[in-house]
């Protein structure tokens, strides 16, 4: 049974960093793009970033302009997205997700996290 869990969310004020990690069990890891989206209340899941399989390849949503990082250990099946100069609008729900390839598009992943929330906010 495959199995994503994120931590790392919390309350932090505008300008402030996190650093969320996904750990993942049940499944061959090196084998699959990881992904990070994102989802606030009434609005849709949003991708935030994907890596390949190696971790040589990366991609970010548009929003990210520079301030977010993802990685990938795969010797410890797990994966992080570092996440600098956070605003108000990055507060959301944070998911990590297994998928095929590295794309925004949410149906192109098919297992997902619990989540871990994130709140920007003086």
């Known amino acids: 049974q495959v199995r994503l869990v994120e931590s790392g969310g919390g309350l932090v004020q505008p300008g402030g960093s996190l650093r969320l990690t996904c750990v993942a069990s049940?499944?061959?890891?090196?084998?699959?793009?990881m992904g990070w989206f994102r989802q606030a209340p009434g609005k849709e899941r949003e991708f935030v970033a994907g890596?390949?399989?190696?971790?040589?390849?990366?991609s970010y949503g548009d929003f990210v302009k520079g301030r977010f990082t993802i990685s990938r250990d795969n010797g410890k099946n797990t994966m992080a997205l570092q996440m600098n100069s956070l605003k108000p609008e990055d507060t959301a729900g944070y998911y990590c997700?297994?998928?095929?390839?590295?794309?925004?598009?949410?149906?192109?992943?098919?297992?997902w996290g619990q989540g871990t929330q994130v709140t920007v906010s003086s």
């Open positions: 997700a297994v998928g095929n390839a590295i794309t925004s598009v949410v149906s192109s992943y098919d297992t």
């Open positions: 890596v390949s399989w190696s971790g040589g390849v990366t």
């Open positions: 049940g499944l061959a890891f090196r084998r699959y793009v």
